[in-house]
């Protein structure tokens, strides 16, 4: 599975983004995609997971009500639509394939891209 994603950029705080990003290699249909992020100096963190059909979301406390997962199977693509930005949603954003509960708790994946970085100016 290989991800590329696109449409970071510098934004104002209480802006908005949409990320994208397109999967290729085996069935995109079939498994569960997420988005996960990593500031300067920080570990990376989940930030939203959608199941294989699109009918299940998940997302991190800290953008429930701000970001929405969501996907397009005939476009092996999956995006994340970010509104009202804050400067604390600075970070590289990574998106991940067959994303799943993680053994010591959370989520991982097996599948990552290169990651796109989002910048929040206050």
């Known amino acids: 599975v290989q991800l590329v994603e696109s449409g970071g950029g510098l934004v104002q705080a209480g802006g908005s983004l949409r990320l994208s990003c397109a999967a290729s290699g085996r069935s995109f249909s079939s498994y569960a995609m997420g988005w996960f992020r990593q500031a300067p100096g920080k570990e990376r963190e989940f930030v939203a997971r959608?199941?294989?059909?699109?009918?299940?979301?998940y997302y991190a406390d800290s953008v429930k009500g701000r970001f929405t997962i969501s996907r397009d199977n005939a476009k092996n693509t999956v995006y994340l639509q970010m509104n009202s930005l804050k400067p604390e949603d600075t970070a590289v954003y990574y998106c991940?394939?067959?994303?799943?509960?993680?053994?010591?708790?959370?989520?991982?994946?097996?599948?990552w891209g290169q990651g796109t970085q989002v910048t929040v100016s206050s």
């Open positions: 991940a394939a067959v994303v799943r509960p993680a053994v010591r708790g959370g989520w991982d994946a097996d599948y």
């Open positions: 959608i199941t294989w059909s699109g009918g299940s979301t």
